[in-house]
């Protein structure tokens, strides 16, 4: 992978394990040669990944919707900035741009782009891999969630696969280079009952 989408939240948390695993997550990239592409603040802990990649020679891109937020939310020191017009192209430009994604914690944002992606890869739309790094349990309940959605019958135990959690971005980063999407069924053929 070259290039990874990272999703994290504009805030940096109330525990510093977080910041701490966005600033292992950058420094990770740097050192492996992955350009960190991401929505372009400065600040919380989308700023603190950018800073951590960039702080150790690594190349950062940024795709910010025009207008949408304050300009001084804006990073200024990145290798490549992109303004489009609207979250929509935002999503698609990160996307396009990337090899795989990974979320932070984050909030209603972060969890938005990260479910997105994960349907896309449902549907075929991408094989790229999707990691979520699972900082102090912070992803456990969507988890959970996802397991009770394949319980229920509302989704194929295959596409657990499409995500990988971790607690480690070490980790995480090794699974998804050595990730082989899940063979899908058709999505809309009858669930088992």
Same mark, same amino acid.
């Given at each position: 992978?070259?290039?990874?989408?990272?999703?994290?939240?504009?805030?940096?948390?109330?525990?510093?394990?977080?910041?701490?695993?966005?600033?292992?997550?950058?420094?990770?990239? !740097?050192?492996?040669?992955?350009? &960190?592409?991401? @929505?372009?603040?400065?600040?919380?802990?989308?700023?603190?990944?950018?800073?951590?990649? &960039?702080?150790? /020679?690594?190349? =950062?891109?940024?795709?910010?919707?025009?207008?949408?937020?304050?300009?001084?939310?804006?990073?200024? /020191? +990145?290798?490549?900035?992109?303004?489009? @017009?609207?979250?929509?192209?935002?999503?698609?430009?990160?996307?396009?741009?990337?090899? @795989?994604?990974?979320?932070?914690?984050?909030?209603?944002?972060?969890?938005?782009?990260?479910?997105?992606?994960?349907?896309?890869?449902?549907?075929?739309?991408?094989?790229?891999?999707?990691?979520?790094?699972?900082?102090? /349990?912070?992803?456990?309940?969507?988890?959970?969630? +996802?397991?009770? !959605?394949?319980? !229920?019958?509302?989704?194929?135990?295959?596409?657990?696969?499409?995500? +990988?959690?971790?607690?480690?971005?070490? =980790?995480? &980063?090794?699974?998804?280079?050595?990730?082989?999407?899940?063979?899908?069924?058709?999505?809309?053929?009858? +669930?088992?009952?």
């Amino acid at each position: 992978m070259n290039k990874i989408c990272v999703f994290a939240g504009s805030n940096v948390g109330n525990s510093p394990e977080y910041e701490v695993a966005a600033i292992q997550l950058g420094e990770l990239m !740097a050192a492996n040669g992955i350009e &960190l592409v991401y @929505g372009g603040s400065k600040i919380g802990l989308m700023g603190r990944v950018a800073d951590a990649v &960039l702080a150790n /020679g690594g190349r =950062v891109t940024g795709v910010m919707p025009r207008g949408l937020f304050n300009g001084e939310m804006a990073h200024t /020191g +990145l290798t490549a900035f992109h303004e489009v @017009g609207n979250m929509h192209e935002r999503k698609a430009l990160m996307s396009d741009l990337s090899d @795989g994604y990974i979320a932070l914690p984050g909030g209603l944002g972060t969890f938005e782009e990260l479910f997105e992606v994960a349907s896309w890869a449902q549907l075929g739309i991408h094989k790229k891999p999707v990691g979520i790094l699972n900082v102090k /349990g912070f992803y456990q309940p969507i988890a959970d969630m +996802l397991n009770q !959605a394949v319980a !229920a019958g509302f989704m194929r135990d295959t596409n657990l696969g499409l995500m +990988l959690f971790e607690e480690s971005p070490a =980790v995480l &980063l090794d699974k998804m280079a050595a990730y082989s999407p899940p063979e899908q069924a058709n999505k809309w053929a009858e +669930l088992p009952k």
